[in-house]
């Protein structure tokens, strides 16, 4: 039997490095614990997911803690939306990944793990990231730790306040 070891999932599991409130209003006050924040700006930011689905995971999200794309005022969108082109760019040239996954998920029915602060997902995927080990095992492998990948994307959101 083989093994596949994970050792940070632990604190996952157990749940003790949890922060109290809105993991995405902490990163954009600056008391993001885990040092995942690549760049806050005026009206967004972006930081790593530390659950990812691929390598590169990123989520883009509003300062205000608002549930609704209606609630965005019009330079709050296109801060947005302009901070997810520029994590698709920095994806690309530090990564180059096949395609993108770029989406939001509305509502707890929709798969939203944290539906009352809207957030883009942008997740680069390449040819084969769904192996036997995601079908089968039921186990996805993320081949390069998250500080490591968070070090080669930070540069490109170096220029956000």
């Not at 999932?9 to 209003?25: H, N, P, Q, S, V």
């Not at 689905?53 to 709050?76: F, I, K, T």
């Not at 530090?94 to 707890?108: K, Q, S, T």
Request: with cysteine; proline share 5%.
């Amino acid at each position: 039997m083989e093994s596949l070891w994970a050792p940070w999932r632990m604190t996952y599991i157990l749940d003790e490095d949890k922060a109290a409130g809105c993991i995405f209003c902490l990163a954009g006050d600056g008391k993001g614990a885990d040092d995942l924040v690549l760049g806050v700006g005026i009206h967004a930011l972006v930081m790593m997911n530390k659950y990812p689905y691929n390598n590169g995971h990123l989520l883009v999200a509003p300062r205000r803690h608002l549930p609704s794309l209606n609630d965005l005022g019009q330079d709050e969108m296109c801060d947005l939306l302009d901070l997810v082109r520029r994590s698709i760019n920095a994806i690309k040239q530090v990564m180059n990944p096949a395609g993108f996954n770029v989406g939001l998920n509305l509502g707890r029915a929709a798969g939203a793990g944290i539906e009352e602060h809207l957030h883009f997902h942008v997740v680069p995927r390449w040819d084969g990231d769904t192996n036997f080990m995601t079908v089968f095992g039921e186990v996805r492998v993320i081949p390069e730790h998250i500080k490591a990948t968070r070090d080669k994307l930070r540069p490109f959101f170096a220029d956000l306040k």
